[in-house]
């Protein structure tokens, strides 16, 4: 008998006697009724919807489309807009948003502006947290995470 792992999706034999099988290549135990291409009976069929590719290729600066996302919840790169636009009202004198985004560069060259200008530059890093918040969550993975610039301004 032909086989379907639900756990890695392979197809695998087996003997037509057994009651259940262990998958050869994850360990996954199979129940005998969920042979592939054997029919249930009516209102026992378990369908499974097939995983869809993503929108976006992998490695490409194409953001996936994100229409209901929070401004606290995370996007594709693991990084929300309105954790960093905290950080960069809060602690953007140290350029600590810049080393969320993943811009380390970036990070201690806020840290040198904010010396050299004795602090003036935190005023800019306060209006950058605002529009950070205020801005849809594309333009933000666009501008300040994907983004191959070092020191993204606004």
């Not at 999706?9 to 009724?33: E, K, L």
């Amino acid at each position: 008998m032909i086989y379907k792992c639900q756990q890695c999706h392979r197809d695998f034999t087996a003997p037509d006697n057994s009651t259940s099988v262990q998958c050869p290549y994850c360990g996954n135990v199979q129940q005998a009724q969920q042979q592939y291409g054997q029919q249930q009976p009516y209102g026992q069929q378990q369908y499974q919807q097939p995983y869809g590719q993503p929108q976006y290729a992998y490695g490409s600066n194409q953001v996936p489309p994100m229409t209901d996302i929070g401004i606290f919840d995370v996007g594709p790169s693991g990084k929300s807009r309105g954790v960093a636009g905290l950080l960069a009202i809060l602690l953007g004198y140290l350029g600590i948003h810049y080393f969320y985004c993943g811009k380390v560069g970036g990070g201690f060259i806020c840290i040198l502006l904010t010396l050299v200008t004795c602090g003036l530059w935190s005023i800019l890093t306060l209006i950058q947290g605002i529009l950070m918040m205020c801005m849809k969550h594309e333009e933000f993975e666009r501008k300040y995470v994907i983004n191959p610039a070092t020191f993204p301004l606004f």
